[in-house]
T-cell receptor, first 112, second 114 residues
Framework: EADIYQTPRYLVIGTGKKITLECSQTMGHDKMYWYQQDPGMELHLIHYSYGVNSTEKGDLSSESTVSRIRTEHFPLTLESARPSHTSQYLC???????????FGPGTRLTVL | KNQVEQSPQSLIILEGKNCTLQCNYTVSPFSNLRWYKQDTGRGPVSLTIMTFSENTKSNGRYTATLDADTKQSSLHITASQLSDSASYICVVSDRGSTLGRLYFGRGTQLTVWP
């Protein structure tokens, strides 16, 4: 089991609320990623980071933002949640020279 | 366009039976191919990794094959168990970027019945 953690595991909130999904890893990995996954669909990369103070947008357009102030921490924020944001969000990390990504357990977000 | 296609989309088998899942990809340049297992409500966990020069690799009851010429891979599960019920995702990595770009299939949802 990889040492990568996500909180909360489940979140149900109302439209317009600001939320932050937490992701932490204890493996010292430089690269971190956020994916969005809907049931029966492939994972879509929404954000990634090469290291501290590095953040990039992924392939799937997302209204969320991320920050990387510490190596181990890569939180994702939605300023104003909408029902279209309902999905599973998966955080992952990898070594600088490796491409095996280790995934967290995910956060299941439901926006009413 | 780099794509990963998996079949079947879903599969139901009885406990103890074998099954084979398929993956076709068009990712280029190719670096490696992994099979991940994703339990319901969990993140994916890597089962096997196949590089260009490898044809077969086993991990317990899981055996992956790779044909780099036809760009096809399969995952064979032997003597299935109830705990094998999960989504199996084929993931291909390219060599063309510093990020180590991954391309995900939609997965095969396997259900093992007692």
């Amino acid at each position: 089991e990889a040492d990568i953690y996500q909180t909360p595991r489940y979140l149900v909130i109302g439209t317009g609320k600001k939320i932050t999904l937490e992701c932490s890893q204890t493996m010292g990995h430089d690269k971190m990623y956020w994916y969005q996954q809907d049931p029966g669909m492939e994972l879509h990369l929404i954000h990634y980071s090469y290291g501290v103070n590095s953040t990039e947008k992924g392939d799937l357009s997302s209204e969320s933002t991320v920050s990387r102030i510490r190596t181990e921490h890569f939180p994702l924020t939605l300023e104003s949640a909408r029902p279209s944001h309902t999905s599973q969000y998966l955080c992952a990390s990898s070594e600088w020279r490796g491409d095996e990504q280790f995934f967290g357990p995910g956060t299941r977000l439901t926006v009413l | 366009k780099n794509q990963v296609e998996q079949s079947p989309q879903s599969l139901i088998i009885l406990e103890g039976k074998n099954c084979t899942l398929q993956c076709n990809y068009t990712v280029s340049p190719f670096s490696n191919l992994r099979w991940y297992k994703q339990d319901t409500g969990r993140g994916p966990v890597s089962l096997t990794i196949m590089t260009f020069s490898e044809n077969t690799k086993s991990n317990g009851r899981y055996t992956a094959t790779l044909d780099a010429d036809t760009k096809q891979s399969s995952l064979h599960i032997t003597a299935s168990q109830l705990s094998d019920s999960a989504s199996y995702i084929c993931v291909v990595s390219d060599r063309g970027s510093t990020l180590g770009r991954l391309y995900f299939g939609r997965g095969t949802q396997l259900t093992v019945w007692p």
